[in-house]
């Protein structure tokens, strides 16, 4: 996949954690017995993080700019920190999408 490619990911799917962890915290006092937008949630984080590792890779590959690459690495480790929050997560606040500012 070309750099293109992977930004258009990278966008469609950080939409993706925004709207669900938003319904999930909303629908939070609905008492439902299953939460699939927590699911959905972790599910398109754990696909961000490959992509991030597919840019990372890239990068590399194409001797991009050591900046760009670095961010590349930085966000790898920030949706290990926001996967980690979002399955622990006592949906009182949104988590992921106020943490996903940060990439």
């Known amino acids: 996949m070309d750099l293109e490619e992977l930004q258009e990911q ?5 939409s993706i954690v925004k709207k ?3 319904l999930c915290m909303g629908r939070s006092r ?3 017995p299953n939460n699939p937008e927590k699911e959905t949630t972790i599910q398109a ?3 961000l993080y490959s992509l991030y ?3 990372f ?3 590399r590959k194409n001797d ?3 900046s760009e690459i670095q961010k590349a690495g930085n ?3 920030i949706i290990l920190d926001i996967i980690s929050e979002c399955k622990n997560c006592n949906r009182e606040i949104e988590k992921a999408n106020r943490k996903m500012k940060e990439l």
């Open 10 to 14: 990278e966008d469609e799917l950080k």
């Open 20 to 22: 669900n962890c938003m």
């Open 64 to 66: 991009a700019e050591g």
């Open 57 to 59: 890779n890239a990068l």
């Open 45 to 47: 984080l754990n696909e």
């Open 30 to 32: 609905l008492n439902r």
């Open 53 to 55: 590792e597919n840019k």
């Open 75 to 77: 966000n790898k480790r």
